[in-house]
């Protein structure tokens, strides 16, 4: 698999990575077996960065995932850390911050975690001068290596990418929301920052698997967040209505070249986009992990196709989602 610059971390990644998410909880049950051998599946087939979190089913992702890296050394793990508390501005403090870093490290069984993000807060810590010096403290104290954000905003975004020693700037980018390419993506490569992709497949809508018959378990976000009930209603189907959004994979559909999954045409976009680290899709098995890892191996798409998604997007998806992220 191709490898990219991680950004300002000075790490080697592949260029498709595993979001683990699905393995901890919101995305319906996925047995431990089952999700380590999703694990192991998408590092056969050559992820070598998993992206988790503090708050995925109350840190069983973080367990899953350092149960894998003890018996798979020299991958890269990101993990992020504030969303298990209330949402104030007020919890982001030093003293927070090193309880949250010794529960993910005691979770993933290591010292040092490699990145820490600060997991979308409030929009107000992005410009706080002292959140970054607190993040620096970690760095200093060896607790983590580097750390970055990630955001539900393009302006957020830009605020983090500013900052000298944020070293990715995660958000989502697919071809239902493109806003991230008009100044984000510039931005982060001419400060040497690294950009994580997630929702690459849009909660799963552009896996083309879906339609209006399709139904989700109960403790499935795309089941209880669809209006933003629990979280950000961006983080569920990018935001975008689920109808509409069935009408949009349609239209891309007739432009999926021969050889290629509508799911890795999805994952392909992202990783033809200039700036992009790390696309980080979600699977929730052995085959998904394999067949997404094999979207890096697919020739890139062509000006033509690229201007035809864009051009989908314009028609459909924009006004609902391009004034709001």
Request: glycine content about 10%; overall charge negative.
């Amino acid at each position: 698999m191709e490898n990219r610059e991680l950004g300002r971390t000075g790490r080697q990644v592949g260029a498709v990575g595993l979001g683990a998410w699905q393995l901890g909880a919101d995305w319906g049950e996925v047995g431990e077996d089952e999700a380590l051998a999703t694990l192991n599946a998408a590092v056969d087939a050559g992820v070598t960065f998993i992206d988790t979190a503090d708050v995925y089913g109350d840190g069983r992702s973080e367990q899953i995932v350092g149960r894998l890296i003890k018996e798979r050394p020299g991958l890269t793990v990101a993990t992020k850390m504030g969303r298990r508390v209330p949402q104030e501005h007020s919890a982001y403090t030093l003293d927070n911050f090193r309880a949250w870093n010794d529960r993910s490290r005691e979770n993933l069984g290591v010292d040092t975690l490699d990145l820490v993000q600060l997991h979308c807060p409030p929009t107000s810590v992005y410009g706080d001068d002292a959140v970054y010096d607190a993040l620096d403290t970690m760095v200093e104290e060896g607790r983590i290596a580097a750390y970055g954000v990630s955001v539900e905003t393009c302006e957020e975004a830009l605020t983090a990418i500013a900052r000298p020693n944020v070293a990715t700037v995660q958000i989502i980018l697919n071809a239902f929301r493109l806003k991230p390419l008009e100044r984000v993506l510039p931005a982060a490569i001419t400060a040497g920052v690294g950009i994580i992709a997630r929702v690459p497949l849009a909660s799963g809508l552009l896996s083309g698997r879906y339609d209006e018959h399709t139904s989700f378990a109960p403790d499935d976000h795309r089941a209880f967040n669809r209006h933003g009930e629990a979280f950000d209603v961006g983080e569920t189907f990018s935001g975008v209505d689920y109808a509409t959004g069935l009408r949009a994979v349609e239209r891309l559909r007739p432009l999926v070249p021969e050889g290629m999954t509508t799911a890795q045409f999805a994952l392909r976009w992202i990783i033809d986009q200039p700036g992009v680290s790390v696309v980080i899709p979600g699977a929730r098995n052995e085959r998904q992990a394999k067949a997404n890892a094999a979207a890096a191996e697919l020739p890139p798409l062509d000006d033509g196709t690229r201007a035809a998604v864009a051009g989908v997007y314009d028609e459909l998806i924009r006004p609902q989602v391009h004034h709001r992220w």
